[in-house]
């Protein structure tokens, strides 16, 4: 059982809009603690999407988003595209932990 | 441009050791924290030990914790894992990963990683 939660599949036809959410508590999301998304394609590592909440690094197209309230985040991707399909993390720091680094379950993106 | 490669991965008796080495290029080693991050086979990423710039501060997961040893080796740009008395849950790929901003003190994240090494511990 993840200390964030999320759901473990979305879906979407090309060119649709999905969000990802992910729950947290008032020990890592709602203390404030930043949020920060990962996308896994298949058989590979895992990528940085979104750093500090809302934050794309060099060359994460804007298609995705992140966005942070109370003890919950979301990202959301529009336009989607068949290359989208992926596993997506969240993670965030939990202050009630002793290593205290915490990602989600992980989703499944599936694209139509 | 950073690089990060892990090694040391193999089979491995239950109660077995291994050590994980993570060899580092592209950036300045000793101004970050790392972290390694491990993923069971067909499951989701669990994080799994960090450790200070210097190498002074270490954290571990609860289900790492006396069992497996974080250490760097700013001299050769390395980082590594000790692992002992292992057992079957601790069959996974390994990463390390590079964590941002440089100096970090908990709330970091990993804007780089390896490309895994494979760790099965089975009898």
């Known amino acids: 059982q993840s200390v964030l939660t999320q759901p473990p599949s979305v879906s979407g036809a090309p060119g649709q809009r999905v969000t990802i959410s992910c729950t947290g508590s008032?020990?890592?999301?709602?203390?404030?603690?930043?949020v920060h998304w990962y996308q896994q394609l298949p058989r590979t590592a895992p990528k940085l999407l979104i750093y500090?909440?809302?934050n794309r690094p060099s060359g994460v197209p804007d298609r995705f988003s992140g966005s942070k309230s109370g003890t919950s985040a979301s990202l959301a991707i529009t336009g989607l595209q068949a290359e989208d399909e992926a596993d997506y993390y969240c993670?965030?720091?939990?202050?009630?932990?002793?290593?205290?680094?915490?990602f989600g379950g992980g989703t499944k993106l599936t694209v139509l | 441009e950073v690089q990060l490669l892990e090694s040391g991965g193999g089979l491995v008796q239950p109660g077995g050791s291994l050590r994980l080495s993570c060899a580092a290029s592209?950036?300045?080693?000793?101004?970050?924290?790392m972290t390694w991050v491990r993923q069971a086979p067909g499951k989701g990423l669990e994080w799994v030990s960090g450790?200070?710039?210097?190498?002074?501060?270490?954290y571990y997961a609860d289900s790492v914790k006396g069992r497996f040893t974080i250490a760097r080796d700013n001299a050769k740009n390395t980082l590594y894992l000790q692992m002992n008395s292992l057992r079957d849950e601790d069959t996974a790929v390994f990463y390390c990963?590079?964590?941002?901003?440089?100096?970090?003190?908990?709330?970091?994240?990993?804007?780089?990683w390896g490309q895994g090494t494979l760790v099965t511990v089975s009898s």
């Open positions: 500090v909440n809302s």
């Open positions: 592209g950036f300045t080693f000793s101004s970050y924290v």
């Open positions: 008032s020990s890592n999301i709602g203390a404030g603690f930043d």
């Open positions: 993670q965030s720091y939990d202050s009630s932990l002793s290593g205290s680094v915490v």
């Open positions: 990963a590079k964590d941002e901003p440089p100096y970090c003190a908990g709330d970091c994240y990993q804007d780089s």
């Open positions: 450790i200070s710039g210097s190498g002074g501060v270490t």
